[in-house]
């Protein structure tokens, strides 16, 4: 059965960057079916796409964190990660981690595994 | 991009029907039969319970069921349990590979 778990520091401080890895296990994260991506959830609110990538590293993310996002994927440890840059408070969030299907494969667009969540706090 | 709006809030009694609906664009929901529904109890991961519009992944109820007509999504949830009290969020895809999100709606089993 496929997991994913996520990992990383619990509290960032604000201008710096907060870097998270999503491990794997259970299943090959080369998969061509699949993409694998980011999904935070600020206190009492809701959820919010952050991004995803591909097994072969082709990453997209939401417009409207710009150009502060970096996904990355590394096979060799069945793992993927993110980087947000310049973290405020509003970056304060429980991040999870997800398996995506892809466009014209199983659940298209649709997240159908998800790790258990990580709580990053971003202060000084 | 702007979230999905949902009813923050929806209520039944057990053994009723509920309907949440999800409103959005012609660039996300009108545009794409890419909408996925979730679940979240407090503390927990998100679970998915509906995709493309209608699909439900196995071990879902059938008790759970899609529909989209226009910008609108929807979600019914048939012979209320207990269990069902959650918050319900909507997704669709919005190009580009990318995905949006309802800002979730709480629904109450009385």
């Known amino acids: 059965q496929l997991q994913l778990q996520e990992s990383g520091p619990g509290l960032v401080k604000p201008s710096e960057t907060l870097s998270l890895t999503c491990t794997v296990s259970?299943?090959?994260?080369?998969?061509?079916?699949?993409?694998w991506g980011w999904i935070r959830q600020p206190p009492g609110q809701g959820l919010e796409w952050i991004g995803s990538v591909s097994y072969t590293g082709s990453a997209g993310h939401n417009p409207s964190l710009k150009s502060r996002v970096i996904i990355s994927v590394d096979t060799s440890k069945n793992q993927f990660s993110l980087k947000l840059s310049s973290v405020t408070a509003a970056d304060t969030a429980v991040y999870f981690c997800?398996?995506?299907?892809?466009?014209?494969?199983?659940?298209?667009?649709?997240?159908?595994?998800w790790g258990q969540g990580t709580t990053v706090t971003v202060s000084s | 991009q702007s979230a999905l709006t949902q009813p923050p809030s929806a209520s039944g009694s057990p053994g009723q029907s509920v309907t949440i609906s999800c409103t959005g664009t012609s660039s996300d929901i009108g545009g794409y039969n890419y909408v996925s529904w979730y679940q979240q109890h407090p503390g927990k991961a998100p679970k998915l319970m509906i995709y493309?519009?209608?699909q439900r992944p196995s071990g879902v109820p059938d008790r759970f069921s899609g529909s989209k007509s226009g910008n609108t999504a929807s979600l019914t949830v048939s012979g209320l349990q207990a269990e069902d009290e959650a918050d319900y969020y909507c997704s669709s895809y919005a190009g580009i590979n990318n995905v949006i999100f309802g800002g979730g709606t709480k629904l109450t089993v009385l």
């Open positions: 259970g299943g090959s994260i080369d998969s061509s079916g699949y993409n």
């Open positions: 493309e519009v209608t």
């Open positions: 997800g398996r995506r299907g892809r466009g014209g494969g199983v659940a298209p667009y649709a997240v159908d595994v």
